[in-house]
Structures are given as structure tokens and as C-alpha cells.
């Protein structure tokens, strides 16, 4: 049976390009990249090459750069390190963050070494700024502001410059969770007020595994791995050499074609949400779907009965993939933190359609003409 898959904010597809770029550094040139003679020179520069193409497209200094081992590992890192390593004794975020910045933020809480508040969530999932602004001006301590740039399960996207601009205003620190906009949207960092960001490669057809962390050249962390001295001492551990060169080529192949993709894709988003609004009764959609949002996530809710509640394992069974909630979250069956967040509905099936370039029209179809039987 041909599998039909749309679940690409879980994660996409190896570019044959990225693994052809990688092939080399799984072979021959295996050397470690610590080594003084030819074979771990020749890894170093493959590094250094690739830190320098990810800082070029993402108007950052070679130096901000940090890979790391994915969106998890660098979102902890920035969140612990400027609570342990830069005085912020506050932390305001929102209950629609990834798990990746939730449970990091609930576990210093919880340990005693900040203070939590979360801010408010409009019905159309975007961020209350008012209510940031308030928090952060009541607040006696040094914040910490840890809001996502596009919300992986209903796509809305947070105007980071505006967030940047409060803390600011308020000398707080801003880290924001970027794993679903880097490889999706130009990114001009040295004209973006933001501390730390956040990316992994296979979002963006690169390999799993590898990520980074930009750490803004104004501020000064500690180590986040304690060994041995590489990525400037501040992680250490023999690097991941092919995972490194795959995310820049990753990286360098969605910048080449981020218009024409985006083009194509946020097509096929909306003429699957005009199909199902055309075919299928009751169903709604979760997040500002047709305003500020990633152009490659539709989130849809559809009525609740018997059929609709085995939704994802009868698209399963058909080849169809789609997720109810983050990746990470799907194997278990508590329904999503977010779309309780914004539409706390029980009545209701949360169900995330997430493209790529790859995907079809008739992929779609097939797709549309399923749910009107599974309804
Ligand atoms: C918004 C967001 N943040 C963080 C992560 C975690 O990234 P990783 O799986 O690379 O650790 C993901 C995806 O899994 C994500 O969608």
C-alpha cells in the first residue's frame, strides 16, 4: 500500500542532496575532528565550514552557533543557562510551548530556582501581549521570557520582534523555540532582539539527531557539557561530524528555495481546509489557520462520535499519516495540552495535517475522500 505522509512538523524526509553531502564524512573522512593530523583537520573544516553556512543564512556570527544534539537539547540549554548562568529568577512562558520548554520550566520551578508564570492565550491561539507586558512589568525579578515562534500543533506564529522588543523594555532575557520556522522563514538574527534560538535539522530535510543553538554574542553562559573542549568548551563530546554537515546542506538547500516552497505548500493547506470545509460538516479549524500561521501545518477538529475517535488509526490503517498532537505525545492517549489551551472542547477530534513539498493534490483527495467515510 502507498503511504501517504503528512506529518512533516513531526519530522521530513533525507533529501538525497543532504545525504550525498554526508555520505563522505560516514566513509573516508572519518577522522575526529579534535585530531592534529590530516584526517581530523580535514573533519575541523568541515565543521567550521558548516557553522560559518548556518550563520551566513541565518545572519548570525560564526561564534552564536552552537550544534547541539536537537530542538530538546538547546531549548534546556538556554532555558537553564539563563537561569543559572545569567540571574533571571522568573520565568514567563505559555501552556502552549513544546515539552521541550514546559517541562524544562515546570522542573526549575518546581526545584525551587525560579518562579513560573505563563501568560494568556487568545481563543485564536496567538499570545497575549498585554498579558506579557503585565508580567513582565509587575515581576521583581529578572525574567526570562521562553515563547515559541510557531506553535508546532496549531502553527500560529508569534511576531518575535514585538516579544523581543518587551523584554527589552524590561531587560529580560528572551529565548525563543524556533525548531518549526529555521529551514521554513528567512531569518536576519543580528537585526532580531533575541537571546537564544532554536533549530533541528530534520524539520527541514535534514538528518535527525543534530540541531543548534544560537546564543546571542551579548550574553556570556557557562559549559552546558562538561569533557572534553569542543564547540568553544561549552559542549563537549566528539561531535556529531556528519549530522553537522547534513544540517547545513539541509539548511543551505531550503534557503535556495524558501519562496517557491512556501508557495506550493501553503497551496496544498489551503485547498485541503477548503475541501474538508466543503465535504465534511461540523468541522472547525484550531489556531488562526488562514492568518498568521505556518504555512505547512492545518489543524482540524472534527465532531466527536465513535467512528471520529479511532480517527488516526483508521487514516493508519489506510496509509495515511497524521498526528494528534506534538510527535513526542502521540503514543499517549491524554489529548493535546494545546487544544485544551485554546478550545477546550470535548466534544471535539484534534487532528494535525502537516505538508511538505513532496506531498500532492491528489494525496489530498485520497485523503479527503477518507475522512468523509471515517465521519
Ligand atoms: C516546536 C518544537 N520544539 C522542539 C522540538 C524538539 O526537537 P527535537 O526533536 O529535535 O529535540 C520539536 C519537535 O520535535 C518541535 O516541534
Redesign the pocket.
Given at each position: 500500500m502507498k503511504r501517504i505522509y503528512l506529518d512533516n512538523?513531526?519530522?521530513t524526509s533525507l533529501d538525497p542532496r543532504v545525504l550525498e553531502a554526508m555520505m563522505p564524512y560516514l566513509t573516508e573522512k572519518f577522522g575526529n575532528p579534535s585530531s592534529i593530523y590530516s584526517y581530523g583537520r580535514e573533519s575541523r573544516l568541515a565543521i567550521e565550514n558548516a557553522r560559518k553556512v548556518v550563520a551566513k543564512t541565518l545572519g548570525a556570527h560564526p561564534a552564536e552557533i552552537f550544534f547541539t544534539?536537537?530542538?530538546?537539547?538547546?531549548?534546556n540549554t538556554a532555558i537553564c543557562a539563563a537561569v543559572r548562568d545569567l540571574g533571571c529568577k522568573h520565568i514567563i512562558s505559555s501552556p502552549i510551548?513544546?515539552?521541550?520548554?514546559t517541562h524544562t520550566v515546570e522542573y526549575l520551578h518546581q526545584n525551587g530556582e525560579t518562579a513560573l508564570s505563563f501568560v494568556k492565550i487568545r481563543p485564536d491561539g496567538h499570545v497575549d501581549l498585554e498579558s506579557l507586558d503585565q508580567l513582565l512589568s509587575k515581576s521583581e525579578e529578572k525574567c526570562l521570557v521562553s515563547l515559541?515562534?510557531?506553535?508546532?500543533?496549531i502553527g500560529n506564529l508569534l511576531d518575535i520582534h514585538a516579544v523581543g522588543e518587551l523584554c527589552k523594555k524590561y531587560n529580560a532575557i528572551f529565548h525563543s523555540?524556533?525548531?518549526?520556522t529555521v529551514g521554513h522563514y528567512p531569518f536576519d538574527l543580528r537585526h532580531t532582539p533575541v537571546h537564544f534560538i532554536?533549530g533541528?535539522?530534520?524539520?527541514f530535510h535534514g538528518p535527525?539527531?543534530?540541531?543548534i543553538l544560537y546564543i546571542n554574542e551579548n550574553v556570556q553562559i557557562k559549559p552546558f557539557i562538561h569533557g572534553g573542549s569542543q564547540e568553544r568548551n561549552m559542549r563537549a563530546g566528539t561531535e556529531n561530524l556528519y549530522g553537522i554537515v547534513g544540517f547545513a546542506k539541509a539548511l543551505e538547500l531550503a534557503t535556495t528555495n524558501y519562496e517557491a516552497d512556501r508557495g506550493y505548500i501553503s497551496g496544498l493547506k489551503t485547498y485541503m481546509a477548503k475541501q474538508l470545509q466543503q465535504y465534511i460538516k461540523g468541522i472547525h479549524f484550531n489556531g488562526d489557520t488562514f492568518g498568521n500561521s505556518l504555512y505547512a501545518v492545518l489543524n482540524v477538529s472534527f465532531p466527536k462520535t465513535e467512528k471520529s475517535e479511532m480517527i488516526l488509526f483508521n487514516l493508519d490503517i489506510n496509509g495515511i499519516c497524521a498526528s494528534g498532537g506534538?510527535?513526542?505525545t502521540s503514543g499517549v492517549d491524554i489529548g493535546s495540552h494545546v487544544i485544551r489551551a485554546i478550545n477546550n472542547n470535548p466534544n471535539l477530534v484534534a487532528v494535525r495535517f502537516s505538508f511538505n513539498r513532496d506531498n500532492t493534490k491528489e494525496e489530498i483527495d485520497f485523503v479527503v475522500e477518507k475522512l468523509k467515510g471515517m465521519i
Open positions: 512538523a513531526a519530522t544534539s536537537g530542538g530538546t537539547e538547546s531549548s510551548e513544546h515539552h521541550a520548554t515559541m515562534h510557531a506553535n508546532n500543533e523555540d524556533t525548531v518549526q532554536t533541528a535539522a530534520h524539520k535527525k539527531g543534530v540541531g506534538s510527535a513526542c
